[in-house]
């Protein structure tokens, strides 16, 4: 088998013991005689399958009492539409804070809803930063308040969780979700895209609180009202039964790894190593991300040369080192190092990086 380090942000890597474990189980889960895939969702095996899930989740999260649980399809984007269509209620305006390119589809799929107050925007230095929140325009009447704390494509990172101010926090936590600790309890939904940090895409996951359900306009499609997954445990029509599993294998490997705060002292240590080397350069490498606001999930630099990028993704790739390609929109290169990047496939991308310059220098 091909030994590489994959950098993709999403489709991403998964912890190489789920997919060896999901293979040694593929024609027979547990003595069931069947593959996850071919059982029905409503059997007694699958429903241990999404129970554990569920509960795993809440422990590593550690999702205080008052809180649904959701395994929805759709993906995030879905997300854009479904949270202002469930959360409006009779209010007329949501709050929106504009980081980049994530937040602008939240704002743009909003908008087609209701008014959006963007209440702070950082595109005036191609969001380098997070506005400080004493700047932020917010209004005591909004529905919510969204932002994205990791801007996957940006790569730009919130330090901080913004205040309530009595208006529920509605956060887009698709690239860093589990990568850090979270007090759930401030939050009004949070919601997370599985292909990065939980397992295969399609599946989107939800902790929601619950006073905020029952809030959907009447003439919401069935099939986008939370309150009807959430009283049927996510089990309204067929759910993404395999990617449920999947995220149920991570999040039992992420309580073996020390659970969020043992993957959070890791992605630390795994960012610190490559924005080091970044910085260490010379001007060879650089980010324009400011230094407080630098992800941990997907670091986003370029060549000071860059007809230099084209060599540096060959050489890379020789190198076992792939998928460094930075998104369409921003260019450059981008290594998004989630939960399931070991730290070895780091310190390998830091040390090319190092060669590299050295002998283009
Ligand atoms: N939000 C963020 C922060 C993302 O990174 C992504 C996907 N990269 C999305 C939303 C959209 O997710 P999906 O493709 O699952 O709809």
Redesign the pocket.
């Known amino acids: 088998m091909a030994k590489v380090y994959n950098f993709s ?2 489709p991403a890597v998964l912890p190489h013991d789920v997919l060896a474990q999901a293979q040694s189980e593929m024609l027979d889960w547990h003595g069931s005689g069947m593959c996850v895939m071919e059982m029905s969702h409503r059997g007694k095996e699958f429903m241990e399958i999404i129970h554990d899930a569920e509960q795993d989740l809440r422990e590593l999260m550690h999702v205080p009492a008052g809180y649904k649980v959701l395994f929805l399809q ?7 539409s479904m949270v202002p269509l469930n959360l409006l209620g009779d209010k007329q305006s949501v709050d929106i804070v504009n980081t980049g390119h ?1 937040s602008k ?2 704002i743009k799929e909003a908008r087609r809803y209701c008014n959006v107050n963007v209440v702070a925007s950082s595109e005036d230095r191609n969001f380098a930063y997070v506005p400080a929140e004493e700047t932020w325009q917010r209004d005591p009447n909004a529905a919510y308040l969204h932002y ?1 704390s ?4 940006g790569g730009l990172q919130f330090p901080f969780v913004p205040s309530e101010q009595g208006v529920p926090l509605v956060c ?4 860093d979700f589990l990568s850090r600790e979270v007090d759930v309890s401030k939050f009004g939904l949070i919601y997370a ?4 940090n939980i397992g295969p ?2 599946l ?1 996951v939800l902790l929601v609180r619950e006073d905020l359900l029952g809030r959907a306009r009447a003439d919401l499609p069935t099939m986008l009202n939370y309150q009807v997954h959430a009283d049927a445990d996510s089990m309204y029509n067929t759910p993404a039964t395999y990617p449920i599993y999947i995220a149920g294998l991570v999040f039992k490997w992420l309580k073996q790894q020390g659970g969020v705060k043992g993957m959070a002292s890791r992605n630390a240590e795994k960012a610190g190593l490559l924005y080091h080397t970044i910085q260490a350069s010379e001007g060879f490498y650089t980010t324009h991300i400011d230094e407080p606001f630098r992800s941990r999930m997907n670091v986003v630099f370029r060549l000071k040369d860059e007809a230099l990028e084209e060599s540096f993704m060959m050489e890379a790739r020789k190198n076992g080192l792939i998928q460094l390609k930075g998104h369409r929109v921003v260019g450059g290169m981008r290594a998004s190092i989630y939960n399931a990047m070991p730290i070895e496939g780091v310190k390998a991308l830091a040390s090319f990086m190092q060669d590299f310059a050295r002998q283009n220098g």
């Open positions: 942000a999403g759709g993906g995030a984007s879905m997300q854009f994530w589809l939240a994205t990791n801007e996957t494509i887009d936590m698709s690239s895209g599985a292909q990065k895409s399609g989107v």
